[in-house]
């Protein structure tokens, strides 16, 4: 998997990186890859997250991720011709998901057929008082998504 287990990055985990700016054009780099692998979006999203201060730590999962992009090769977006269109929507959230403020992470992904048209994952601007509320507030985005897409359509 692109990343150990979500709940081990945080601001103060981990040594200082002396050259900051070496892990800023590495997680660059991977944001590029996102367009077409959707696979590590989640991960990679995480780790630009402490561009201001990286330690070894996030160095670390970012070369995790890269060693598992080695590792998959044919993995990506596919989009057949001969495809169902039926909508299909999935949402989520990691209640207290971010260790340094416990604001929930919540994300969603829209499938037509077999094909993945739109994904998402943010980080909450206020902090979900139980799980039962984040699930609420990722569920509600995904619906504004589904009401677009099939306005779209």
């Known amino acids: 998997t692109p990343m150990d287990s979500p709940g081990q990055l945080g601001a103060t985990i981990g040594e200082p990186l002396?050259?900051?700016?070496?892990?800023?054009?590495?997680?660059?780099?991977?944001?590029?890859?996102?367009?077409?692998?959707?696979?590590?979006?989640?991960?990679?999203?995480?780790?630009?997250?402490?561009?201001?201060?990286p330690t070894d730590r996030h160095q670390a999962a970012a070369h995790r991720v890269l060693r598992y992009i080695k590792g998959s090769p044919g993995c990506g977006l596919f989009y057949p011709s001969s495809n169902t269109h039926k909508l299909t929507a999935y949402s989520d959230s990691d209640w207290a998901g971010c260790l340094d403020s416990r604001k929930s992470i919540t994300g969603y992904c829209l499938y037509i057929g077999s094909s993945l048209i739109s994904w998402r994952s943010k980080k909450q601007t206020t902090i979900a008082r139980s799980s039962c509320e984040a699930e609420y507030r990722a569920l509600v985005a995904t619906v504004c998504e589904v009401q677009w897409i099939f306005y779209l359509l």
């Open 18 to 53: 002396s050259d900051i700016s070496s892990y800023r054009r590495f997680i660059g780099r991977l944001l590029y890859l996102t367009t077409t692998r959707p696979d590590i979006n989640f991960v990679v999203n995480q780790l630009s997250q402490f561009l201001s201060a």
